[in-house]
């Protein structure tokens, strides 16, 4: 079987919807144009079970933003600034590429910096003065840092194997 990215076979769906003239804009995705997309691509991906290709495709059209192979960087700024509600709507790819972003920085939450503020401030940890960025990380609900917590903790970790 040939070695073909997700995130390749993806573009070329949405892409293969684009070509057929549709929008995502409100439309249902109806059975023929899935068909034909699923044809279209496991011709252009042999060696790809015809069944998988069905199903993906299926999947992948009904619900674009969830996986648009499609990165939209300004939400990608805003949700590393954690902007939940951004957050929220960003796709998978989206998602896996913010903990990356996030594992790669020195200070993720932005704690350090109000530890260095404090040690040249003189002030306790109640009286510190965040950065907006660590006010936004506070904001979000405890499953909302659980998930990015354990996102970046995951891509660290495969980073150390």
């Known amino acids: 079987m040939a070695d073909y990215s997700t995130t390749e076979i993806r573009e070329y769906v949405f892409d293969a919807y684009a070509r057929l003239g549709d929008s995502f804009e409100g439309a ?11 044809r279209s691509t496991h011709h ?35 949700a590393a600034n954690f902007d939940w509600g951004v957050f929220a709507t960003l796709s998978d790819d989206e998602r896996a590429l913010l903990f990356v972003r996030l594992a790669k920085m020195i200070d993720p ?30 904001s979000g609900t405890k499953r909302e ?6 996102g970046i ?5 495969r980073a150390v194997a």
């Not at 109806?30 to 997309?37: C, E, Q, W, Y």
């Not at 903790?153 to 970790?157: A, G, I, N």
């Open 44 to 78: 252009h991906f042999p060696g790809i079970p015809k069944k998988h290709v069905a199903s993906n495709v299926r999947r992948w059209l009904l619900n674009p933003a969830k996986f648009t192979p499609f990165i939209d960087e300004v939400a990608m700024k805003r």
């Open 153 to 157: 903790r995951r891509v660290s970790e």
């Open 28 to 38: 249902a995705v109806d059975d023929v144009t899935l068909g034909v997309i699923a």
């Open 109 to 138: 939450y932005s704690i350090g910096f109000d530890r260095e503020l404090l040690a040249f401030s003189g002030m306790t940890w109640a009286e510190r003065v965040t950065t907006p960025r660590r006010v936004a990380w506070e």
């Open 145 to 150: 840092r659980d998930t990015v917590s354990n």
